[in-house]
């Protein structure tokens, strides 16, 4: 009697199915053969005195012998994938089991190689490192070859195809962090509180603050980029092991960074002299932020970019405060005259001052890109702003405006002090001495570049404005003593009175200007050049012409010839004290105040 159908078919079914499990199985077993050897060959608690105990005394499976860790990385593979059909079949199947023990063992074993290859891939963790060590992009190459960073991935892609990623991922997390913060200790990056903040002196905050300029370029394009590209490359298999990973690793030690600016903004006193250290600060942020978004692109990672960010906010607001803070003082500067009329103090402060803010010009047009008080407005009319100032820059870019206006708050402050000096002459020899300054500093610094040369043009005539009115008004007396039409004869009573008169105002402005100084030997050489042709050229035309012409025994009355004139021109401007006897003159002039002091530039 024949079979039924349907009772035929099942057991046909039946049949297949138990020679699929037996298929299944073998693979297994056959699998677990092939594997137990090498696995067992580097297994870490292997007890007994046998070969295993040599292989196991190897510090670096993969460096030392890259086959076998080869051979150890397929067999766990291997095993895996055989698993994953007696599962489908017969998940009760004991070589599971046995499967199972020898994955554990092999991922003991890959635990301690990718915690052996992390810890030798660290950074800079000497002193003499860090001191040399450049800001490479390309250092976490550099650091860690590309064998290296293949032998990571290929422990990492195993251990989480074995279901081993949780401590695979844990693993990598504590040895990144902590090579993070070895790094940062050894860049002499540390986190700061207010408190400590507030006892600092300045000079140990600036020795901070330079220690954090040289190595937040290191931290940012060798550290923590490098930590990118090998979280990135590593965990390349699972997008969300790999975000989570870089922000759990790198996100404390960039906040420690990126919040030490709003530190240092916390120091008791910022005054306009600490504003240059503010804006280096200020500048590498900027400098680094490309790298920043580049590097901190996850929404994990964000909060690194808003501290940046926040700490960029409040260096703008402090440097907006002290520049307000320096016009304030300039403004309020109540200092004496100088002696001999040269460069005052606070045209030195100030001008030295702006120098240094030209080479910030970037960063100060980015600060106060807003600053325009009304004042400020009527720069464009006034002869103090050129209506293309610097090389392309227009009067409306803010770091024109500012220093154009700081240079005017500076000018008129001088103007005021010009008119403390009893003499007029003096009044406009100082004016010309500290403009002249002003003119040289722009011209010779990035300033030049900023107010460009029509600006410069315009002051250059503003001080030889002050020179032709100070020549007028100190030497008018000198000058007028001798009659303007020499063509016409006169007495010789009238020459007598004429010699008379020049020794008299001659000796006397001499006197008056021997403490008097012009620093810039350019600016005093075109002076003396300007003053003899004026003075001694008329004198000796007179002189030749009308010194013959003396009453007999009244010859003495000619104290100076021509020559004598020039050798005391050239005597002046240079701030010496005078004295009669220098001149073999009669009298006792001595000035009240030394001017010995340095009028130099």
Avoid at 305 to 312: E, N
Avoid at 414 to 440: H, I, P, R
Wanted: hydrophobic content about 40%.
């Amino acid at each position: 009697m024949k079979t039924p159908f349907f009772s035929s078919s099942k057991s046909s079914s039946h049949n297949y199915s138990s020679s699929s499990t037996s298929f299944c199985e073998s693979l297994l077993e056959e699998t677990i053969q092939n594997s137990q050897s090498i696995i067992k060959k580097w297994d870490l608690d292997a007890s007994s005195v046998s070969t295993s105990t040599s292989y196991n005394r190897v510090a670096n499976l993969f460096r030392d012998n890259p086959l076998e860790a080869k051979r150890l990385l397929e067999s766990v593979n291997d095993l895996q994938h055989a698993m994953q059909f007696v599962i489908k079949d017969k998940s009760t199947s004991k070589l599971l089991i046995r499967a199972h023990n020898l994955i554990q063992i092999a991922i003991k074993r890959l635990q301690k190689e990718f915690y052996t290859i992390l810890s030798g891939s660290s950074y800079f963790l000497d002193h003499e490192t860090v001191s040399s060590s450049r800001a490479s992009r390309s250092s976490m190459e550099d650091e860690v070859s590309e064998s290296v960073m293949a032998d990571l991935k290929a422990i990492a892609d195993c251990m989480i195809c074995a279901g081993y990623g949780r401590e695979c991922v844990k693993l990598y997390k504590v040895n990144r962090k902590s090579v993070i913060e070895e790094t940062l200790f050894h860049l002499g990056i540390e986190k700061l509180n207010s408190y400590q903040v507030q006892k600092m002196d300045w000079e140990l905050m600036e020795m901070k603050i330079k220690n954090w300029l040289s190595s937040v370029k290191i931290a940012v394009n060798a550290l923590f980029r490098g930590e990118r590209i090998l979280c990135d490359y590593v965990f390349s298999s699972s997008v969300n092991t790999r975000d989570s990973c870089f922000s759990e690793i790198a996100n404390d030690g960039a906040l420690t960074i990126f919040m030490f600016p709003e530190m240092v903004m916390k120091f008791k006193k910022l005054s306009p002299e600490k504003m240059f250290r503010v804006l280096d600060i200020y500048e590498i942020i900027c400098e680094l932020w490309v790298e920043l978004e580049s590097i901190f692109t996850l929404d994990s990672t964000a909060v690194v970019k808003a501290q940046a960010m926040a700490s960029l906010g409040k260096l703008g607001d402090a440097i907006r405060a002290m520049l307000s803070e320096f016009e304030t003082a300039v403004q309020k500067d109540s200092s004496k005259v100088v002696p001999g009329g040269g460069i005052h103090p606070l045209t030195r402060y100030v001008m030295n001052y702006l120098v240094f803010l030209g080479d910030y010009s970037g960063a100060i047009s980015d600060i106060i890109v807003d600053y325009s008080p009304l004042s400020i407005q009527m720069l464009s009319e006034s002869c103090y702003l050129s209506p293309t100032s610097g090389d392309g820059d227009s009067p409306s870019s803010p770091i024109v405006v500012r220093l154009t206006w700081l240079v005017l708050v500076l000018l008129c402050k001088l103007d005021g002090k010009a008119q403390l000096y009893k003499d007029v002459g003096l009044s406009y020899l100082f004016l010309a001495n500290n403009l002249n300054y002003v003119v040289l500093k722009v011209r010779e610094s990035n300033l030049k570049l900023l107010l460009g040369s029509e600006w410069i043009s315009k002051h250059e005539m503003k001080v030889k404005e002050y020179m032709s009115k100070y020549e007028r008004t100190g030497w008018s007396k000198v000058v007028t003593s001798i009659p303007e039409n020499l063509t016409t004869k006169i007495s010789s009573s009238e020459v007598k009175e004429c010699f008379v008169k020049f020794n008299s105002s001659f000796e006397e402005v001499y006197r008056k200007q021997s403490s008097w100084v012009i620093p810039d030997p350019k600016l005093r050489d075109h002076v003396k050049i300007s003053l003899a042709s004026k003075v001694i050229s008329i004198y000796q035309v007179f002189y030749e012409t009308y010194r013959g012409e003396l009453d007999i025994g009244t010859e003495s009355i000619v104290r100076f010839a021509p020559d004598d004139l020039q050798n005391y021109l050239s005597d002046l401007f240079h701030g010496a004290i005078f004295s009669d006897s220098s001149m073999g003159w009669s009298g006792s002039y001595s000035p009240s105040v030394s001017t010995s002091t340095s009028q130099g530039r």
